[in-house]
């Protein structure tokens, strides 16, 4: 064999090896308290630039679906959660889900990214501060009114998947603790269902276009359901505390994404 093929070879066998050791850091992020997508996405972007942001967009998607799957299940089978607002919510995020990203195509997201950016670090902040905030799980709405608020909640947060999406899943669990009054354990588990029905919704369009690289995807799927596995658990036994530092990380790593969008790309 010549020595570049070998070479050329080698690369594309590290480029796996980094790619797959990625999904495996993202199931386990995204397990614990969603954002996984600020992980692979860009080493996607970084590590495939032949290929479309679509196709980036799709193929993270198919990977990151299952990952999000394995840890719902295994959420449901140690934590349970209220099915009621499960399939409320999930059924409002994957509604305005699909409506914003007819939006995103009138409305430039960079309008709204510095906006966020501040409202993401007063998040942030605030969390720090406050250190019992998703400790105790107290519901601060009882019957209906919890599906309302619970509802409104998936549905903005479907909206913004749509229509910007980084850190989606970690926007949810903040809403579910600071509005619904669910602890980080309960919010984490009832957000990764409601991004997998929403996700689920999206990838059957990536799939009807062909633009998920199954190549890469398989492979990532494999380590993310793995990562998933592990991070759930970890949540499980390590309890609030343990999430509410890697809701913290999660939150850096969103200010940094937007941050770069908003000021680095200037």
């Given at each position: 064999m010549p020595e570049s093929l070998y070479f050329a070879g080698m690369t594309e066998t590290w480029i796996m090896i980094a790619v797959c050791a990625g999904a495996l850091f993202a199931g386990f992020i995204d397990a614990v308290v969603g954002g996984g997508g600020l992980v692979q996405v860009p080493l996607l972007l970084i590590l495939f630039p032949q290929y479309t942001h679509v196709q980036v967009i799709a193929t993270n998607r198919f990977a990151?679906?299952?990952?999000?799957?394995?840890?719902?299940?295994?959420?449901?089978?140690?934590?349970?959660?209220?099915?009621?607002?499960?399939?409320?919510a999930g059924l409002t995020s994957?509604?305005?889900?699909?409506?914003?990203?007819?939006?995103?195509?009138l409305i430039a997201p960079e309008v709204f990214k510095p906006i966020l950016l501040f409202?993401?670090?007063?998040?942030?902040?605030?969390?720090f501060i406050k250190k019992d905030f998703g400790i105790d799980h107290a519901p601060k709405y009882d019957g209906s009114k919890h599906l309302v608020a619970?509802?409104?909640?998936?549905?903005?947060?479907?909206?913004?998947?749509?229509?910007?999406?980084p850190g989606t899943g970690s926007?949810?669990?903040?809403s579910l603790v600071s509005i619904a009054g669910m602890s980080f354990l309960h919010a984490s588990s009832t957000?990764?269902?409601?991004?997998?029905?929403?996700?689920?919704?999206?990838?059957?369009?990536?799939?009807?276009?062909?633009?998920?690289?199954?190549?890469?995807?398989?492979?990532m799927m494999v380590c993310n359901m793995l990562g998933g596995y592990i991070g759930s658990k970890a949540a499980i036994l390590k309890g609030n505390t343990f999430i509410r530092y890697i809701f913290l990380l999660v939150m850096l790593l969103l200010i940094v994404r937007l941050g770069w969008d908003v000021l680095g790309k200037k």
């Open positions: 990151s679906l299952a990952g999000t799957s394995v840890a719902a299940f295994h959420y449901i089978r140690s934590v349970g959660v209220d099915a009621a607002v499960v399939v409320t994957a509604l305005t889900a699909f409506g914003g990203t007819f939006v995103m195509k409202v993401i670090i007063l998040l942030a902040v605030y969390t619970c509802g409104l909640i998936g549905a903005a947060l479907g909206f913004y998947n749509g229509f910007i999406g926007l949810l669990v903040f957000a990764k269902i409601v991004n997998a029905i929403a996700d689920a919704a999206s990838l059957i369009g990536f799939l009807m276009s062909k633009a998920v690289v199954f190549k890469i995807a398989i492979p």
